[in-house]
């Protein structure tokens, strides 16, 4: 079954907001590129089906655009918050269904939360915590967040578990985590069962509370 096409704009060719364009035209995506920069506009064009230079915060010209015609608009802008406070305000104000916008720091998400976005991203301070959880300990290999202390971490086997089978390790009763799959080699093993072992190298994929994480880490592995 082919994938559902999508269409979304995304507002601010910066590094974030040209990354996220890049990967939903690659996915098959139609993708409304803008940018106030015109160099910006022409860097990503061959990435988009559409390129528009104009300013964000007029809501004529995004009206003009045809803005509501797009279910998603992501707001990349970058320093300039004032702009991105602003465009965000004129897309809920005109009917966009879903702005997901990038923040630059806890003050602005409240605005943004005030004024109807979405959904607000932080990439540098989610890469940030990603990162020193993966330089905290060499077992864990990537780590994302899912809400207030809760996570899921691939955690790599060391031999204090190699051959042992899921319900050996029970870490659901030990350590209130779950096991949601895990990697053997090239093989991925989704929903595995009872029975199936657990080698050393092999990467976990865990899911739990962080204390409970951080306890099946320390302690399990």
């Given amino acids: 079954m082919s994938k559902v096409k999508k269409q979304f704009a995304v507002i601010g060719l910066g590094r974030f907001g040209g990354s996220v364009c890049k990967e939903l035209f690659k996915m098959g995506h139609e993708v409304l590129a803008v940018d106030k920069d015109e160099d910006k506009v022409n860097e990503y064009a061959k990435f988009a089906t559409h390129a528009v230079q104009l300013d964000?915060?007029?809501?004529?010209?995004?009206?003009?655009?045809?803005?509501r015609n797009f279910e998603h608009v992501v707001v990349a802008i970058g320093d300039n918050i004032q702009a991105s406070i602003l465009t965000t305000l004129v897309l809920k104000e005109i009917g966009v269904k879903t702005v997901w916008v990038k923040a630059q720091n806890a003050y602005h998400q409240k605005v943004l939360d005030k004024i109807g976005a979405d959904l607000v991203v932080h990439p540098e301070f989610d890469m940030g915590k990603r990162i020193a959880h993966n330089m905290s300990s060499e077992?864990?290999?990537?780590?994302?967040?899912?809400?207030?202390?809760?996570?899921?971490?691939?955690?790599?086997?060391?031999?204090?578990?190699?051959?042992?089978?899921?319900?050996?390790?029970?870490?659901?009763?030990?350590?209130?985590?779950?096991?949601?799959?895990?990697?053997?080699?090239?093989?991925?093993?989704?929903?595995?069962?009872?029975?199936?072992?657990?080698?050393?190298?092999?990467?976990?994929?865990?899911?739990?509370?962080?204390?409970?994480?951080?306890?099946?880490?320390?302690?399990?592995?």
Wanted: net charge negative; hydrophobic share 40%.
């Fill in 56 to 67: 964000s915060t007029d809501e004529k010209s995004l009206i003009s655009m045809g803005i």
């Fill in 139 to 221: 077992k864990i290999i990537d780590f994302i967040d899912l809400a207030d202390d809760y996570s899921i971490v691939e955690l790599l086997a060391t031999s204090k578990v190699h051959n042992m089978t899921l319900i050996e390790l029970d870490v659901r009763a030990n350590y209130g985590v779950t096991i949601l799959a895990f990697k053997s080699g090239k093989e991925m093993n989704i929903a595995p069962d009872p029975d199936d072992k657990i080698r050393e190298g092999d990467i976990l994929i865990v899911m739990g509370h962080t204390n409970d994480l951080d306890r099946f880490e320390d302690e399990g592995l």
